[in-house]
Each structure stands twice: as structure tokens, then as C-alpha cells.
């Protein structure tokens, strides 16, 4: 397989991140990128044209690869090309030599680096990929004709933007993640379109191939639309258009899972410390998983029992009542962190993560006790860019490890999660005849029709026969 220098990796680590590409994601890109360069210079295609795009997803379509595979492979030679634009003006491209060791294929076999994932040389469809342009199948020369329409414009500034445009508005990362992905996903599929030039035609082909092609759920397309309705209005300042033709699905009425007290009771005894406190506050006072885990220090007011969860979900801050049975567990869990924080200070850490710039006005919060985490990693975390370990809270996949491990063991036949307790709490309150009004200010709920489907999960014990009060 061909060898990618340095120079060129780097450059194209540097796309990579520009792109918002995960970093995880990067030997992939890298990976499609030499296969690419190597599908090029087997069958002749000029590997810096756009006109070469199309027959090497047409060969990886031969190979049998995933949809997903193939808009990944797309993205990542659409940013090779955006590189090679950039260079082109430089003139400095270095030469592409073929004197790396075999790889393993993408499927884990092992076959020779000039060729594609699970290609043989007797294979008739490998035959037409290596027919010259005139000679290629009706299939391929549309394919080649689509890519003709492409102008492979840079999308980078527009990645910028709409980083911007989501930390402007206190947007949390994991939208940021979906957003960004999304309008990947339209970039790969417009294959690098001039993001000026898009139009609503390209959205409403877009949702319908979500929908035709790869059979996505109702929340997925949503989750779609409104990523792209929001790229459209804020970040390419036009408005959205009326999408004729596609007709956004509606989610069907979801009953939450919810646990018996019983079934907690068994779980919990199935989990090891820190996580059965983690799932005691999760149903003890229907926190969110991501809520519990970013509680600090000073969350905690033990003398009124009282715990601040801050930050919740749209930024807002609310009070739930600490259950008084694990107040005990509790304040272990507090003795033993100041003997954490303790010799985290001996070993001169630079202090626990804060958000936003609240260290640069805070100088000195990040080592103060009052702002550790309450469920702190388990390692420091090392910053190479400042050369300084902080602390982090617990991994969110460390707990739904944990909680998943713990429902096999308890064998609960039910779908639950660490949200599922969150479910459970608020079902155990309505069936104890709690007002819906306070259940949705324990809940961080905005609108009470969202607090209304916990209805569903619980046996209406309401009187229902039509009374006047005057008869009490």
C-alpha cells in the first residue's frame, strides 16, 4: 500500500481536525486515503481529480462495503482533495512511494497492499474496475458524470462556523458532536458541493436517502433535520425553504422503562462502590447520568439536605432533597475525598477541569476543595499541551458498564439503563400520589407534557367518578 509522507500526513491530520473529525476517527481517514492513493495508481486514475471519486466508490461498492463505510471513504478523499488544492498552489507535493510493509485489510484478512479489501484477481467484477475510462461500465460512467457536478469547494470555514455558532449559544458539546456529524454527512453526500449553492433539493434528497436507503428511526431523521435546520439558518444565513416531499416522521409514544423497588434493590446489590452510590443518587433524586457524574463538592448542603445539581440540562439550575438513607454513604464518600485531594496536592496536580473561564476568574478554584468532583476518576489525566495532570469525574461508560454488568447479574429481563432509574423515580412518586407539578420541578422538566408520559408507567389509582365537592 502506498506510503503517505510525513509531510502529507501531518498536512492531512491538520484537515482532519479543522473538519471537526473525531480524533479516534483519524487512522480510519487515513487508512481510506491510502487506499484511495493506491486504487489510483493501480488502475491509472489521476488521484488529485475529483473525476476518480466516483469509480473508487464504485470498487468499494464491488468489495462489498457499508453504506457508512463508503460516505466515511468519500469524506475523507473529499478532504484529501481540498489538501491537494491548497498544496497544488505551493507546488510542493511530495512523491507517494509504495515501500510500506502489507497491511491487513479493512475486514481483518490479509492480502496484498496493492489491492482493495477481499479483491481477487479472477474476480469479473475487479476486471471492469481495470478497463480503461472508455470501456467502463454504464453504472461507472454515470457515476463519473454525478462527479463532474461536484466543485469539491472547502467546507472548513464552514466547520468553523458552526463550532462557533453552538459554543456562542451555550450549546452543549454533545450537540455540537450531532450537528457536526450531520453536516458531514451532507457534505459527503452533495459530495463537497459550494455550501453557498446548497438549495432545499439537496436537503429533501438527503432525508429521503436517510429514510429509503439506510432506514434510519424517527429520532434519527429529526435529529437531521433540525442538525440542518440549524447549519441553514445560522451558519449559511438563509432560511431553510419549505422541504416539499419529505414528511418528517413522528415519533411514536414512547412508554419509559421503569423498575420495581425490588428490582433496584437487587441491582444495587450486585454493584461494587462508587457506582451503587452513583445509582442511588440517579433514582434517590432522578438525576440525569451526566448530571450526577459533573456534581462537585459544594452540590452537597448536608445541613439542610438539600443537593444543587447546576448546569442541568439547558443550563439550568434546580434543588432535589437528599434521600436521608444513604446521607451516612454520603458523607463517607466525602471523608474519603479529602484524602484523594490531599495527595493529589502533594503530588502538585494543576487541579480538577472547570468549565468555561471560570479558572482564568477564579484562579485559584481548581485545587480548592470545594470544587473537586464528588465521583472523580479513578487516573489523572496528563495534558501534553500544558505538560500538567488534572482530574476528571468518573467515565460515563464506566457506570453503564457497571449498571449493565449488575441488571445481567440480578437477572432483570428489561431494557434498563442508568436513565431507566431516572424513569423509576419518577413513576415511584406518581404512584405515591405526588403532584405532577412538583414531580416536573424535581425532573428539571420545562414543559409538564413531557413530566405526562410517566402517566403511562404507573396504575391510575384516581377517582373518576364525577362528584361534586359539596358531597364530600
Not at 487508512?31 to 471519486?53: G, I
Not at 438549495?199 to 438527503?206: G, L, P, Q, T
Not at 480548592?368 to 465521583?375: L, P, R, V, Y
Not at 432509574?421 to 428539571?444: K, P, V
Request: proline share 5%.
Amino acid at each position: 500500500m502506498l506510503n503517505l509522507p510525513s509531510a502529507l500526513r501531518t498536512e492531512f491530520e491538520t484537515c482532519l481536525r479543522n473538519a471537526a473529525i473525531p480524533k479516534p476517527a483519524y487512522a480510519a481517514y487515513t487508512k481510506w486515503l491510502r487506499y484511495y492513493l493506491d486504487f489510483c495508481q493501480k488502475y491509472h486514475f489521476p488521484h488529485a481529480q475529483t473525476e476518480s471519486l466516483p469509480h473508487f466508490l464504485h470498487k468499494l461498492q464491488e468489495k462489498k462495503q457499508t453504506q457508512a463505510q463508503q460516505q466515511q471513504a468519500s469524506h475523507a478523499v473529499s478532504l484529501y482533495y481540498e489538501l491537494m488544492r491548497v498544496r497544488d498552489a505551493r507546488s510542493d507535493v511530495p512523491s507517494l512511494t509504495k515501500d510500506d510493509p502489507p497491511e491487513k485489510a479493512l475486514d481483518g484478512s490479509s492480502h496484498r497492499p496493492d489491492s482493495l479489501p477481499s479483491e481477487t484477481s479472477a474476480s469479473p467484477k475487479a476486471s471492469s474496475a481495470g478497463k480503461a475510462p472508455d470501456q467502463l461500465s454504464p453504472q461507472t460512467v454515470s457515476s463519473s458524470n454525478d462527479a463532474k457536478t461536484s466543485t469539491g469547494v472547502s467546507w472548513i470555514a464552514v466547520y468553523t462556523r458552526l463550532a462557533n455558532d453552538i459554543q456562542v449559544r451555550h450549546y452543549s458539546p454533545k450537540t455540537l458532536k450531532a450537528y457536526t456529524q450531520w453536516v458531514r454527512h451532507l457534505q459527503t453526500f452533495t459530495r463537497s458541493k459550494d455550501p453557498a449553492s446548497l438549495s432545499s433539493a439537496d436537503v429533501r434528497e438527503f432525508l429521503t436517502s436517510l429514510a429509503v436507503d439506510r432506514k434510519v428511526s424517527a429520532s434519527t431523521q429529526n435529529q437531521a433535520f433540525n442538525a440542518l435546520l440549524f447549519f441553514y439558518r445560522h451558519v449559511l444565513n438563509k432560511e431553510f425553504g419549505k422541504v416539499e416531499g419529505v414528511v418528517r416522521a413522528k415519533r411514536k409514544p414512547y412508554v419509559p422503562v421503569v423498575l420495581s423497588r425490588e428490582e433496584i434493590k437487587a441491582i444495587l446489590q450486585q454493584l461494587p462502590p462508587p457506582y451503587d452510590l452513583v445509582v442511588k443518587l440517579l433514582y434517590g433524586c432522578g438525576l440525569r447520568l451526566s448530571e450526577c457524574l459533573q456534581l462537585r463538592v459544594q452540590c452537597f448542603n448536608f445541613d439542610a439536605g438539600v443537593l444543587t445539581i447546576h448546569d442541568g440540562k439547558g443550563g439550568k439550575d434546580r434543588t432535589v432533597p437528599l434521600p436521608e438513607t444513604i446521607l451516612p454513604e454520603l458523607r463517607a464518600q466525602l471523608e474519603s475525598l479529602k484524602d484523594l485531594h490531599q495527595r493529589d496536592l502533594e503530588r502538585n496536580y494543576a487541579g480538577v477541569f472547570l468549565v468555561n473561564a471560570l479558572e482564568k476568574k477564579y484562579t485559584r478554584a481548581a485545587k480548592e476543595f470545594i470544587w473537586q468532583w464528588f465521583f472523580p476518576a479513578k487516573q489523572l489525566t496528563y495534558l501534553q499541551k500544558t505538560e500538567e495532570y488534572r482530574r476528571y469525574h468518573l467515565h460515563a461508560t464506566h457506570v453503564q458498564q457497571a449498571i449493565k454488568k449488575a441488571v445481567g447479574k440480578a437477572r432483570i429481563y428489561k431494557r434498563a439503563s442508568a436513565h431507566t432509574f431516572r424513569h423509576s423515580f419518577a413513576s415511584h412518586l406518581l404512584q405515591a400520589n405526588y403532584d405532577i407539578r412538583t414531580i416536573q420541578e424535581l425532573l428539571g422538566h420545562s414543559d409538564v407534557r413531557t413530566t405526562m408520559i410517566y402517566t403511562h408507567t404507573v396504575k391510575s389509582v384516581t377517582i373518576k367518578e364525577a362528584k361534586s365537592p359539596l358531597d364530600f
